[in-house]
């Protein structure tokens, strides 16, 4: 699986959109994108995933560049709730269906400040 | 329940002392991983189950750690004779088996050796 970076920490306002980078520069083309984060004192959280097209759910826009070296999650209109460390991995599909190990780094402390 | 329980939610074990965490995984789900989290880290893969049959316990630090899922459902790691390097934080996740699908994390068993 692709190595992804991330920055350390990012600091938003209430109600503004809060856009957290990810640099995924050596992935593969069969390569997912997945995004989780992880609020204090729980257990991580999927956000979202994506291929190459933009998604975006209820929770978070996914935004992938067209070469694929970098994408953005954007949460729309943060809340103190989002204050969380973000995780972003890269990851292929598994020889086993449903077998998808997933590779955290250090993610980004995303802090949202009232 | 509606999602991952584990239990204990904390332990406390003095060293040399045997654990056992328990992961009860959303019904009908056929993948279960094993997390382990230190302090300030991401999430680390630690041993994976599709039905009863560990097929990766790659991420298993040494012989006194050990998983089992003997009917498919419900999961224990056991640690034996505990280390203080062993304190941590122990996450189970589940998932359907299927292609993109998101695992879900349990709250996590803080284990802390003394």
């Known amino acids: 699986d692709a190595k992804t970076t991330q920055p350390p920490s990012m600091d938003c306002a209430e109600g503004r959109a809060a856009n957290l980078p990810c640099n995924h520069s050596?992935?593969?083309?069969?390569?997912?994108v997945y995004w989780y984060r992880q609020i204090h004192s729980q257990g991580p959280q999927y956000i979202i995933h994506?291929?190459?097209n933009n998604e975006t759910n209820e929770m978070a826009s996914l935004i992938i560049t067209e070469d694929r070296k970098s994408s953005t999650l954007i949460l729309p209109h943060a809340t103190l709730r989002d204050t969380a460390v973000y995780y972003c991995?890269?990851?292929?599909?598994?020889?086993?269906?449903?077998?998808?190990?997933?590779?955290f780094g250090q993610g980004t402390r995303l802090t949202i400040n009232p | 329940g509606a999602g991952v329980s584990q239990s204990p939610r904390y332990k406390v074990a003095k060293r040399g002392q045997d654990v056992a965490l328990r992961c009860d995984p959303i019904s009908g789900h056929v993948s279960l991983f094993w997390y382990q989290q230190a302090l300030g880290q991401g999430p680390e893969f630690l041993t994976y189950?599709?039905?009863?049959?560990?097929?990766?316990k790659s991420g298993l630090p040494s012989d006194r750690f050990f998983a089992e899922r003997p009917e498919g459902s419900v999961s224990t790691l056991k640690i034996q004779r505990t280390q203080q390097e062993d304190s941590a934080v122990y996450l189970c996740?589940?998932?359907?088996?299927?292609?993109?699908?998101?695992?879900?994390f349990g709250q996590g068993t803080r284990l802390t050796v003394v």
């Open positions: 189950f599709q039905n009863e049959a560990q097929l990766d």
């Open positions: 991995i890269a990851m292929g599909r598994p020889i086993i269906q449903g077998a998808q190990k997933l590779v």
């Open positions: 994506g291929l190459k």
């Open positions: 050596t992935i593969s083309g069969n390569e997912y």
């Open positions: 996740a589940s998932s359907f088996q299927a292609r993109g699908t998101e695992a879900f």
